[in-house]
């Protein structure tokens, strides 16, 4: 359980009055006649200091211990474990968003079939999540390139915004309330002109190599959520910041953990940590931050562990005979645990009866499973690989418990 601080720790968020007028009429007589708006400003952080207070102090090295171990264990293993890794992220992260899909419909759209919207929303999560850490682990920096990049691959495909991805937004947005106007809103960002101003000065303190790294961690994605740069898809963009700051310090240079996971086992407290943080009290969301961090690397690590042996369970179940399709079938599965028949094909050729039979022989062994149902266009799925992501969310939230 999270505690909040009788006094300010940080900064609070000041307020600015700015002009409002609908774009398009709308809603009720109030939202019509609203000339003006109180919006949220949070503070310059750029060369502001943290110090992890004293009696979190214990948590915060548990955390970057057991984050270190859980990269460590993925260390030298097939790019395969940190596709996991991402994906267990933003999967996650989406479903902090009320972003969900079945097993059935990821699957298809991992293997790039038109599924349900939010499956294709949680697939590009995970581009948007890779795109942010490996370039803050291949140039040791966080650029607005980066975010507007992630934001791009985010929001690219959306009905809606997928005009604006990778654009800042050019007019006032708000949380709750009308959707007609900004009254009765529970949050206000500041206003557009501010955005890059706010923007630039968060991504200097994002940079930072001088302070405690859970807590520049858990104050850069607090300050993202507060400038609210993007007109949708600002929270997982702004939880991708998270794994690429662990990366950008060093702390996981191997792999991404699934802190959303933990995040999105107490969403209440992680909601309340953000707004505690715009009254000026950074405690509760690092709290949670730490406690998120802890239970996600230490399951995570655990599921590295179940992974790397899963080839040669698969080989014990099939007894397969080296150079045979089956077996050519196994690591592919490993490293691509969704594949069409174009993605098979590529591996191991051309289709034939001796491809589909050495199918057949993976899916009789429980190995893979068809999820489409159909004739054509069939997807199959390493059932190992995609149990171990629901398991891993399910850890997380039971660790998030105890710890």
Do not use: C
Request: charged share 25%; aromatic share 4%.
């Amino acid at each position: 359980m999270v505690t909040e601080l009788a006094t300010s720790d940080w900064p609070p968020h000041g307020a600015e009055v700015v002009p409002w007028r609908q774009e398009r009429r709308g809603g009720s007589r109030e939202d019509r006649v609203l000339t003006e708006v109180t919006t949220s400003m949070p503070p310059l952080i750029a060369e502001l200091d943290y110090a992890i207070p004293a009696d979190l102090t214990a948590l915060s090295e548990r955390a970057l211990v057991v984050l270190g171990a859980m990269d460590g264990e993925a260390t030298g293993q097939p790019a395969a474990m940190a596709r996991f890794m991402i994906r267990s992220e933003s999967v996650a992260s989406s479903k902090i968003e009320r972003i969900s899909a079945s097993t059935e419909d990821f699957a298809r759209a991992l293997a790039g079939q038109r599924s349900n919207s939010s499956a294709l929303s949680m697939v590009a999560a995970s581009t948007a999540l890779a795109t942010m850490v490996t370039s803050a682990g291949s140039r040791g920096t966080i650029d607005k390139a980066d975010i507007l990049a992630a934001h791009e691959a985010l929001m690219r495909d959306d009905l809606a915004e997928g005009p604006y991805a990778g654009t800042l937004r050019d007019s006032q947005n708000w949380i709750g309330g009308s959707d007609n106007s900004p009254r009765n809103a529970l949050f206000v960002p500041p206003p557009q002109g501010r955005v890059d101003e706010l923007l630039d000065d968060l991504i200097v303190f994002a940079n930072r190599d001088d302070l405690p790294t859970m807590a520049q961690v858990t104050i850069a994605h607090a300050q993202f959520e507060s400038i609210h740069p993007f007109g949708d898809g600002n929270g997982r963009t702004g939880r991708a910041l998270i794994g690429a700051i662990l990366r950008r310090r060093g702390v996981t240079p191997q792999t991404v953990v699934p802190v959303a996971s933990g995040l999105l086992a107490r969403r209440g407290d992680y909601f309340d940590g953000l707004g505690s943080y715009r009254a000026g009290h950074v405690r509760p969301l690092l709290e949670l931050m730490l406690r998120s961090a802890v239970a996600a690397a230490e399951e995570g690590r655990i599921s590295v562990q179940r992974i790397k042996q899963f080839p040669q369970q698969w080989e014990a179940q099939l007894d397969v005979r080296r150079g045979s399709t089956a077996a050519l079938l196994i690591p592919a599965f490993f490293d691509n645990p969704v594949m069409s028949v174009a993605d098979i094909e590529r591996v191991v050729g051309p289709v034939s009866q001796k491809l589909y039979n050495a199918i057949a022989r993976l899916e009789d062994a429980g190995i893979v499973q068809e999820m489409t149902g159909r004739k054509r266009d069939r997807v199959w799925a390493a059932v190992d690989l995609m149990a171990e992501l629901e398991d891993l969310d399910g850890r997380i939230a039971a660790a998030m418990e105890t710890i």
